[in-house]
DNA sequence: TTGCGTGCAAAGGTTTTGCATGGCA
DNA sequence: TGCCATGCAAAACCTTTGCACGCAA
């Protein structure tokens, strides 16, 4: 195996493990850029997207484009974090509040199966995001719409970050 | 009704005929800029964003963030476009060669429907776009993947644009 | 006449690129 | 030593905003 990512450098290194530390979470490069800074370990922010660029590349982290508009994120979680935090399932993202939704269902996966077999589609989970509205800002809105009413009879997990 | 869409002006209904004579085509604001100065009606680039975002507001025109990165797009069908484009079914993109499948199928619908009544979150397919590698892209990789090889005998219906 | 719409240019934010320097192997 | 990586600043992009003028109603 010839040099798999290139040289090892304090800044990868440092960017990594942020990464892996908050697995859960979708940084940008403006944040991941303040908390190296904060962290004691600055960087500039040419580095930052270098780096996120070769880690993408080395499947190791995920680019997202959750922001309807403005700046990407990125996660870490490729083939080598079988762990798994968010690789496997989808997203659902609230247009109104901007809560993001980790969604591991077997429907989903379902569909990511239909689509293949019949459209020969393959689905990338990890890229795509499902924009709507959540619960609570439906409710907000004043508009319960009782034919999609929740009633949690499904064993599907799902929780909220950011 | 009152002031429905303010003042009538040229640029607005420029914008507004080219969107509707291209129903099917998701153009950005640099297209449209193109476009209508190769159409010999001119305008700003301030006046086209201004314009695209009352036109959204009015429900005449949809908003999508379908580059990865980058720049936005808009499409007309609002409600008032009942005749529908493509604000009914969802839109696969191909993350190697950007090809745009408009699919309507009814396994899709049915994950809205789980996903609105199980975990209370209504999915806006206008805005949701799933991304993956397309039939072509996959076959050109030389990754076959017979498991999730098509085989055809879905009734939906899918065409690409773009 | 009133005030919204327009055009231009400047400013905003995110990401990329050029180039000289620094550091890994 | 040979390259790749870094840092800084400038540039490239897309989009928004300020302001004076034009035009619909």
Chains 1, 2 share one sequence.
Not at 8 to 26: D, F, G
């Amino acid at each position: 195996m010839q040099r798999k990512g290139g040289y090892q450098t304090r800044q990868k290194a440092v960017i990594l493990a942020y990464l892996e530390t908050h697995p859960e979470r979708h940084v940008t490069a403006a944040e991941l850029l303040h908390a190296l800074t904060e962290n004691g370990t600055p960087m500039g922010v040419a580095t930052i997207y270098r780096q996120l660029e070769k880690l993408e590349q080395e499947g190791l982290v995920r680019r997202y484009s959750l922001d309807d508009r403005g700046s990407a994120c990125w996660q870490y979680g490729g083939e080598e974090a079988k762990a798994g935090t968010c690789h496997s399932h989808f997203h659902l993202k609230c247009t109104e509040c901007g809560t993001l939704i980790h969604l591991d269902c077997d429907h989903l996966h379902e569909i990511a199966h239909h689509v293949a077999s019949d459209h020969g589609f393959c689905i990338d989970p990890s890229r795509t995001v499902f924009y709507g509205i959540c619960e609570a800002c439906r409710k907000n809105a004043g508009s319960p719409d009782p034919e999609t009413e929740p009633h949690h009879d499904c064993c599907c997990r799902h929780h909220k970050t950011e």
